[in-house]
């Protein structure tokens, strides 16, 4: 692995563990065991840093959706693997909530500024990720054509990011059987009945 890899590694595992702003470089230097200048070599700043965090959560969570949706026949059982997903990783201690939410709580607004851009450009490539695989389920016949399938999978990504707020903010598990709840609920809404 190269410098620059393992930086990132640690780096993306304190960044959605402690936040951005509760980790600092002298932390990731620490875990890395690598010379300060190596991170400005490679990235510039800690808000270069960051931005490369940023990117590759992006690609290891739409390469984890991409292979989800291809397995995948119905939109009851995407969701109950992304249910499933999220239960497993809080057994393990690995579920800090949504990376991309997480890491944006806590910026100040001068990193607003900066990262502000790029996670309007996450959301909006996951939202048509989503809406594309409701297009292909409106084809199959599975998912009403009457409704728009940009509308459902924001309703999707509306319902994720506020259970998994509220689960992040109390760490009662109850948030997440209610994420399940209100899944299985716009299943049943926008389903073909049989």
């Known amino acids: 692995m190269s410098g620059k890899e393992l930086i990132l590694e640690i780096t993306a595992d304190l960044f959605y563990s402690n936040g951005y702003n509760n980790t600092g470089l002298t932390e990731i230097l620490s875990k890395s065991n690598i ?64 990376p991309f939410a997480s890491f944006s709580y806590q910026l100040s607004i001068a990193d607003q500024e900066i990262f502000a851009p790029i996670m309007k450009e996450i959301i909006d490539q996951w939202l048509e990720i989503l809406t594309g695989f409701i297009v292909n389920l409106q084809k199959n016949g599975k998912v009403r054509t009457d409704l728009k399938a940009k509308d459902i999978a924001f309703d999707l ?26 899944f299985t609920d716009l299943v049943k809404d926008v389903g073909i009945e049989s």
């Open 35 to 98: 010379a300060k200048t190596s991170i400005y070599h490679h990235f510039g700043s800690k808000a270069g840093l960051g931005l490369a965090y940023l990117e590759i959560t992006k690609e290891n969570l739409f390469k984890r959706i991409d292979k989800w949706i291809t397995k995948r026949q119905s939109l009851d059982e995407y969701l109950s693997k992304w249910v499933w997903y999220i239960k497993k990783s809080i057994k393990e201690n690995k579920f800090h909530g949504c």
């Open 157 to 182: 990504l509306s319902i994720y990011q506020g259970y998994v707020t509220l689960w992040k903010l109390t760490k009662d598990k109850r948030h997440i059987d209610l994420l399940e709840k209100k």
